[in-house]
């Protein structure tokens, strides 16, 4: 009997970062239906493994090579090594003589402008990182959307604000508010992340900014965690990261057969966008119909009822809804209703918790009440809901 000699293949990402993870997900997903024979070696932080890397004894290695500190400690490196990391408009700014798989920064930024402007906005801003070494990926989103600009003849309207840490957080904060305020409403914002997005959105609820009325917002990397930090649940474009990470494993299988990679570069288009309710934007005239779906979406899951929303404006109930039925053609109720069901909707969709929590936590008094709504407006239950939209993750993954 023949046993196959295992590669020992190291994998150089942070697993604390939503792109890494999906990046090693692609990897793993690649070795399962190929049944390929790797030992992987990884690393919480491995960036306290790099030096000695190029005289590492194994058999390749697949690495983020958005840091520039990965890419100097293995530019000496005897095994093969593919690396992974954002696109750049300039190809002087590839690392030489490596196999190169890329998210493409231009298409991200510019299916997240697309969506503002299919939501009909006709103002955009993007809000970025400081610039440094390790954020040249942020840079080339900046780029990209100056470039989109120039092409709508617009000016690029881009605030960096400051790297936050608990020393500057305040200071953070103010920055982002005040560049918000100067901003002309309504207005749609692209955040080069999801935690840059978060990180407005919590901006926005304390300054009293509207989202999605003034400020409409998109993120990129699609992070669940982000969804579930935030109280407006955040639209955000979906990377190729699983497709970047299958690639890159059948980049290696072919290299450790002797095979020279087919392509220096491949550029991989995003997955998608998840829209939710930060970007969809309705305009709204009336002030006292924006402050209660400004209330409205931070709070419809908390279970609150139409009395405490006008409570909350200042006016009286019928008057609410004698707005609300002018401007949006809904009562105060039926917006609660369908915040609170795309929440349920999105929850379910993770997979990961009950139906009761999921009942619970999106402001449903039972899983019995969660089933009625589901039955009336989606034609459905939430079980069945949920296992197709499991059943559809399955298949992209498997694709």
Known sequence: MTTTKAHRIALLFNGNKTFDR????????????????????????????????????????????????????LAGCRVPVVAVGGSYADAADYPAGVPYVATDNHQLVELALDHLIDMG????????????????????????????????????????????????WEGAVQGQIEWL????????????????????????????????????????????????LTRIPLTSVMQG?????????????????????????????????????????QPVHHPHVMRACHYIRQYACQGIKTHQ????????????????????????????????????????????RSIEDVALACGFTSVQYLHLVFKRELGCTPRAWRDRALDERAALCAA
């Open 121 to 168: 906005l006709q103002r955009f801003a993007l809000f970025s990182l400081p610039e440094a070494p390790d954020t040249r990926w942020a840079q080339e989103r900046e780029r990209a959307f100056g470039a989109l600009m120039a092409r709508q003849r617009m000016e690029a309207d881009v605030f960096r604000g400051c790297a936050t840490n608990v020393a500057s």
């Open 181 to 228: 305020r100067s901003l002309p409403k309504p207005v749609g914002i692209i955040a080069v992340t999801d935690a840059r997005a978060r990180q407005l959105l919590q901006a926005c609820a304390i300054a009293g900014i509207s989202v999605p009325e003034q400020v409409a917002l998109v993120g990129i990397d699609n992070d669940p965690l982000v969804r579930m």
């Open 309 to 352: 929303v006008a409570e909350y404006v200042g006016v009286s109930r019928s008057s609410l809804e004698a707005y609300f039925r002018q401007e949006l053609g809904c009562s105060v109720h039926d917006m609660i209703l369908r915040l609170k069901l795309e929440a349920a909707k999105a929850g379910l969709e993770d997979g990961e």
């Open 22 to 73: 999906d990046i090693m997900t692609g990897i793993a997903a690649h070795l399962g239906r190929s049944r390929m024979a790797w030992d992987l070696f990884l690393e919480e932080d491995f960036r306290l493994r790099l030096a000695g890397l190029d005289r590492w004894h194994g058999d390749g290695i697949i690495a983020d090579f958005d840091d520039p500190a990965v890419a100097a400690a």
């Open 241 to 281: 990261t699983r497709e970047m990470g299958r690639t890159a494993a059948q980049l290696l299988e072919r290299m450790l057969h002797g095979a020279r990679p087919a392509q220096a570069r491949v550029l991989v288009p995003p997955a998608g966008i998840n829209v939710q309710a930060s970007s969809r934007h």
